[in-house]
């Protein structure tokens, strides 16, 4: 499976973008899918999650969705902050819901996208 981040740009505080996860190879509704994001300087972090049965609420500033007509998982973002940039990737596992945060279990991955929050 060959995942394409894409969606990423510059935004001012307080802005909105939509990143999408497009899949190719594969049908992305049978994985586990998972929005991780690094900052400058900072360790990789697990952002978002959905799978078949379940979606996670992150901050309530952020959102994911699935089209599966589309083959694509998407990350609203919204009410962005500064600290909110990050080179965000998507992923996509085979795990169970429970450890969707765990990001070796990730055996796809997307390039990555820049998001840059402006303050």
């Known amino acids: 499976v060959q995942l394409q981040a894409s969606g990423g740009g510059s935004v001012q505080a307080g802005g909105s973008l939509r990143l999408s996860c497009a899949a190719s190879?594969?049908?992305?509704?049978?994985?586990?899918v998972g929005w991780f994001r690094q900052a400058p300087g900072k360790e990789r972090e697990f952002v978002i999650a959905i799978n078949r049965s379940a979606t996670d609420s992150a901050n309530g500033r952020f959102s994911i969705s699935r089209s599966n007509a589309k083959n694509t998982v998407y990350l609203q973002m919204n009410s962005l902050k500064p600290e909110d940039t990050a080179v965000y990737y998507c992923a996509a596992s085979n795990g169970v819901w429970s450890t969707r945060g765990q990001e070796e279990l990730y055996i796809y991955w997307g390039q990555g996208t820049l998001v840059t929050v402006s303050s």
């Open positions: 190879g594969g049908t992305l509704r049978r994985y586990l």
